[in-house]
């Protein structure tokens, strides 16, 4: 079997071919750092399950936008979905094909719409009729006709965290399953619209397959409504979501995902006579665990109640901890022979929400280089300068070589656009 990208050399962590010391004494920390060997690995995980069979993936943008991160999935032939008129310049910039986008998103502007017409996207998730209203009008004043679906939504627990769970009724996501029908008739009788398929996206983190099953059970059950109506669905787009391992869950394997969701899919085809393209929408099970994020030890710093490592990435690199409560491992880079003890790992951000890790134990001291794993997905593409703190560099490896993806951030560029208050 050949070696993980992410594996040890004599306890060092290597990325691929490359020590992760060397990677930091180059490029500086904090540094986002991807394997372009583990990006490939999880793309075929998902087009090989779909290979003879009538599936397509669709890389969630939002995920990571990074273009050579997208441009190593383009290279592999995928579709992308996007949330923005700005991912979609990022997937034509990264050599994506704008007739393999999906559109999602529950606030599309416009300008979003007409970049996207023009460009020729595959496909509009629309999420509600004053965005239908909206895109029918564009539309007919380009003289297009818009491919539209709907995402409905299911009212299906996807027992994950709530920051993401979209699929339940308190949700700002998508239709509600009981309007569902009555809105596609609606759909369907606008002039520059063209009903193609239906969609839903029930959340993210998913570690089971039985919410993606009761949802596709919800959603057939619909389609056969619809069709009944006279209108047809050419695909079902059963969105993103799958779950990756950060601790201990125990997602369900990628191939055998996508084969159970296709079985369930093509079995109702069989038995109505009528097969459809499926559509998947994966962001983090394609990049999470691609990706880590290597930040230094500043200080250890005892504290009354517990000691905390204070390292240079905080929650501007790395929102996931403060904003979902996250876990990711967190490992020493090198092994040191010195007594582990019990720390919060924390940034040098002015919130006392600004941690990383919670009660690790970790031999170390000042100077160390940590590995935060699991970054890949959510991490860099969530950032921001909060401190005025320039955003990380990212670099994307691929054998012994190393790509800069991102050059660091400097702290005139943060602040190039903005101007004191004339004499
Ligand atoms: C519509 C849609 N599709 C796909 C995704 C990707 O989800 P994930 O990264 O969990 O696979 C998301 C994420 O929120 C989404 O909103």
Redesign the pocket.
């Known amino acids: 079997m050949t070696q993980p990208a992410f594996h040890r050399i004599d306890g060092t962590l290597y990325v691929e071919g490359v020590c992760a010391n060397d990677l930091a004494a180059q490029f500086g920390t904090p540094l986002y750092v991807y394997s372009r060997e583990a990006l490939t690995a999880a793309w075929h995980a998902y087009a090989d399950a779909c290979a003879g069979r009538r599936a397509s993936v669709h890389v ?1 943008v ?2 990571n936008s990074n273009l050579a991160v997208l441009n190593v999935f383009a290279r592999l032939g995928a579709g992308f ?1 996007i ?1 923005s008129g700005g991912e979609l310049a990022r997937v034509l910039a990264a050599g994506g094909k704008a007739e393999n986008v999906v559109f ?2 529950v606030g599309k502007t416009a300008d979003d719409m007409r970049t996207a017409l023009e460009a020729g996207v595959k496909c509009f ?1 629309v999420e509600s009729i004053p965005e239908l209203d909206r895109l029918n009008a564009v539309a007919g004043a380009l003289g297009k006709k818009a491919p539209v679906s709907l ?1 409905v939504n299911p009212d299906v627990d996807p027992k994950t965290h709530p920051y ?1 769970s ?1 699929g339940l009724k308190a949700n700002k ?1 998508g239709v509600a399953f009981d309007d569902a029908r009555a809105t596609y008739r609606t759909a369907a009788a606008m002039p520059h619209l063209e009903v193609v398929g239906i ?1 839903c ?1 029930i ?4 570690t089971e397959i039985a919410p993606y099953l009761d949802a596709i059970d919800k959603l057939l059950e619909l389609v056969d409504q619809i069709e009944a109506d006279g209108v047809q669905i050419h695909h079902i787009d059963v ?5 990756i391992r950060y601790d201990d869950e125990t997602p369900p394997e990628i191939g055998a995902f996508v084969r159970t969701v296709l079985d369930r899919i093509e079995a109702h085809g069989a038995k109505t006579g009528r097969a459809r393209d499926v559509f998947f ?6 990049v ?1 665990n691609a990706g880590v994020l290597l930040t230094r030890v500043e200080f250890l710093k005892p504290g009354a109640e517990k000691n905390f490592a204070i390292v240079d990435a905080a929650m501007n690199d790395l929102a996931r901890p403060a904003m979902y409560d996250a876990y990711h491992a967190i490992e020493p880079v090198a092994g040191r022979n010195v007594a582990a003890q019990t720390y919060d790992v924390v940034g040098p951000v002015c919130e006392s929400g600004d941690w990383l890790g919670r009660a690790r134990t970790l031999a170390i001291e000042p100077g160390d280089l940590l590995a935060i794993r699991s970054a890949g ?2 991490g860099f593409v969530m950032s921001s300068n909060y401190n005025t703190r320039p955003r990380a560099a990212e670099v994307l490896v691929d054998g012994t070589h190393v790509h800069v993806a991102r050059a660091r951030e400097t702290v005139a560029q943060l602040l190039a656009g903005e101007q004191i208050l004339p004499d």
Do not use: C, M
């Open positions: 969630a939002k995920a979905d949330v999602s998103g998730n995402r993401i979209t996501f969609d996206h959340g993210s983190q998913i969105g993103g979501g799958l779950g929408e994966p962001g983090r099970s394609l999470g997905a959510y």
